[in-house]
């Protein structure tokens, strides 16, 4: 019985885990690239929803990792 009950919870929070991540693809749909014009093109995305250029840059530089481009972390000088 405590096996189902840990299925149910684990499934709950999957659900809701997945239905979270379909809403932000939908309020703000990101390219996927690793080119600079996709890149630049998420940044300008980011900025014209309210966020700071700061952040919209580490945001599209994040969803290029994400796509495989070998981009390096900002160094601490």
């Known amino acids: 019985m405590l096996a189902v009950m840990r299925g149910l919870r684990y499934a709950r929070r ?4 997945t239905r979270f991540a379909v809403l932000k693809e939908i ?7 690793t080119s600079k014009e996709t890149v630049s093109r998420n ?11 700061k952040q919209a840059v580490a ?3 994040n969803q290029a990792r994400k796509s495989g481009a070998k981009i ?3 160094s601490d000088k």
């Open 14 to 17: 999957l659900i809701i885990s």
């Open 43 to 53: 940044i300008k995305t980011e900025t014209k929803h309210g966020k700071p250029k």
């Open 72 to 74: 390096s972390k900002k």
């Open 59 to 61: 945001i599209a530089l």
């Open 27 to 33: 309020v703000m749909p990101l390219k996927r690239g």
